[in-house]
């Protein structure tokens, strides 16, 4: 997952923030594309997250996982963003079961940030683009702490 030198800053940061989070790393997640409010990371079918062994279906915890990982990373490389964010609120509906021995591949877009939250809309795919394995949407952080910092301040 590393970056190259012509890399946007914004999405460099996004792409190192990935990079620190230990469960991605864990879960083999690869970001594919970073930049303009927009993310697509992936994760191979791993034997070690299966979630039912009769089918060897992966576990919904680690989709949902590789969704959260990849709707933060839209927000962080949105324009108007902080470097960080966190989740506020994410939905997320399953589908269909992922195909076992399948990569899953999960694209997130933030489509609207106001002051203090960014909302964002993802979909997981297995080789079938054509049915998604799961779709989000969710609400995530949008300020610095510094700000809400200095709002918490002004309240007291």
Do not use: N
Request: glycine share 8%; aromatic share 4%.
């Amino acid at each position: 997952m590393s970056g190259d030198d012509s890399e946007d800053p914004k999405a460099r940061i996004a792409r190192q923030f990935i990079e620190a989070i230990p469960h991605s790393r864990e879960l083999g997640m690869r970001l594919e594309e970073i930049g303009g409010g927009f993310a697509v990371i992936s994760m191979p079918w791993d034997e070690r997250l299966v979630g039912d062994p009769r089918t060897g279906v992966i576990h919904g915890g680690a989709v949902s996982a590789l969704m959260d990982t990849c709707c933060g990373a839209a927000v962080i490389s949105a324009e108007k963003t902080p470097r960080v964010t966190a989740t506020l609120d994410l939905r997320i509906d399953y589908m269909r079961p992922a195909t076992p021995g399948q990569r899953i591949v999960a694209r997130a877009t933030c489509y609207h940030v106001t002051r203090s939250v960014a909302f964002v809309r993802a979909t997981a795919h297995d080789d079938d683009t054509d049915t998604p394995v799961a779709t989000a949407a969710g609400a995530f952080t949008a300020s610095s702490g510094e700000e809400r910092t200095r709002s918490s301040e002004a309240v007291s």
